[in-house]
């Protein structure tokens, strides 16, 4: 009977084809500290980039599968120079974070949810379990790509060519 349970739990989790195409308000209140300290919500972050497709990369320092992407990453970067990169960082503290910016050379708009991945609005919104988590959105502000947890999914280039 538990096995049964279980795998129909299982089932649930994975079929879940929950993919919205806008951030709840929540989410888009949730706040953020860019790189000089200055704090502003994640709807604001999205308006900086109005009218461009954005490459959402949610990640940590401390995450080696964030970081041993990295170099797919960067070919993404080049075959799509005209997309925005936006970084939104899980660490709890801002030293290690701007630090493996530095370190990794990491080319893109940076910012912190520092409540780290498991507390917030948007990682909520996100159900963020795993990072790094790539999102895209398009240039009407609509997200084409919700969920994706490694940068050499073809979805990525899909969306990303849909612009």
């Given at each position: 009977?538990?096995?049964?349970?279980?795998?129909?739990?299982?089932?649930?989790?994975?079929?879940?084809t929950?993919?919205?195409?806008?951030?709840?308000?929540?989410?888009?209140q949730?706040?953020?500290?860019?790189v000089?300290?200055?704090?502003?919500?994640?709807?604001?972050?999205?308006?900086?980039?109005?009218g461009k497709?954005?490459?959402?990369?949610?990640?940590?320092s401390w995450c080696?599968d964030?970081?041993?992407?990295l170099?797919?990453?960067?070919?993404?970067?080049?075959?799509?120079?005209?997309?925005?990169?936006?970084?939104?960082?899980?660490d709890?503290?801002?030293?290690?974070?701007?630090?493996a910016?530095?370190?990794y050379?990491l080319?893109?708009q940076?910012?912190?949810?520092?409540?780290g991945?498991?507390?917030?609005a948007?990682?909520?919104?996100i159900n963020?379990?795993w990072?790094p988590?790539?999102?895209?959105?398009?240039?009407?502000?609509?997200?084409?790509?919700?969920?994706a947890?490694?940068?050499?999914?073809?979805?990525?280039?899909e969306?990303?060519k849909?612009?």
């Open positions: 009977m538990k096995k049964i349970f279980l795998l129909s739990i299982i089932l649930f989790i994975s079929c879940n929950n993919n919205p195409k806008e951030f709840s308000e929540e989410a888009l949730d706040m953020v500290l860019t000089t300290n200055e704090k502003m919500t994640f709807r604001e972050v999205l308006y900086q980039n109005k497709t954005i490459l959402i990369d949610v990640w940590a080696k964030c970081i041993v992407s170099p797919d990453l960067e070919e993404v970067q080049k075959n799509f120079p005209e997309v925005n990169y936006v970084f939104l960082s899980v709890r503290g801002n030293t290690a974070w701007k630090r910016i530095e370190k050379n080319k893109g940076h910012y912190n949810f520092p409540k991945q498991k507390n917030g948007f990682v909520d919104f963020l379990w990072i988590r790539y999102m895209v959105i398009n240039k009407k502000g609509e997200i084409t790509l919700f969920k947890t490694k940068i050499t999914d073809k979805k990525i280039v969306a990303l849909k612009g």
